[in-house]
């Protein structure tokens, strides 16, 4: 189990300038953007407008801060997406806007090289202990409360917006809590 802090995610500007991005975590390490196979980063909204377009890939977004954003996506109807609502996927080659609900929002963003890669993305509430089999390399992502998480016989705290990158493999992945909290769990799967 690695685990990731919120303060040590690398800061770059978003692809159309719009704003910024914190990058969690991206394989390969270091790629330009057009090079790689799978990304996961937070992004601040603090205004109304355009997404950046990502050819080729598959992208599931989160708001996991503020009051939430209207998401446009092509023709289809828009979407409300809300800090309670399911991750949303959709093409990253989409014209794709956000009209913001009521002030800033700050969202996590999964994107996999559909050629290559998939992902899946779950929201999940987390009370007492529970424990989750690991059969893909797996993220999981503190969105919201602090839980502490034992894998391999390693042991570590989250707080909100920090994670822990599981191998395949590992043994069962046991997380607990004192009071309630919010994760996101983030497969990385193969194309294949």
């Known amino acids: 189990m690695q685990v990731l802090r919120a303060r040590d995610y690398r800061r770059m500007p978003w692809k159309n300038g719009g704003g910024e991005t914190r990058e969690v975590l991206a394989s390969p390490i270091g790629a330009r953007l057009d090079a ?51 991750p949303f996927t959709f093409d990253g080659e989409a014209p794709a806007s956000a009209a913001l609900v009521d002030g800033a929002i700050v969202d996590l ?57 599981i191998a395949a493999g590992s043994s069962p992945l046991q997380l607990s809590v004192a009071e309630p909290a919010t994760i996101l769990i983030i497969e990385i799967l193969s194309a294949r």
Request: charged share 25%; hydrophobic share 35%.
């Open 36 to 86: 790689i196979d799978w990304r996961i980063s937070l992004a601040t909204i603090a205004s109304n407008g355009p997404f950046s377009v990502f050819n080729g890939i598959e992208r599931t977004l989160c708001v996991i801060r503020g009051e939430g954003i209207q998401l446009q996506v092509g023709d289809a109807s828009p979407a409300l997406l809300r800090p309670n609502t399911a």
């Open 109 to 165: 963003n999964v994107m996999t090289r559909r050629a290559r890669f998939r992902h899946s993305v779950t929201r999940r509430k987390v009370e007492g202990c529970v424990q989750l089999r690991i059969s893909t390399d797996t993220i999981v992502f503190c969105e919201r409360g602090t839980l502490r998480c034992n894998a391999n016989e390693t042991s570590s705290d989250l707080e909100p917006e920090d994670c822990a990158v």
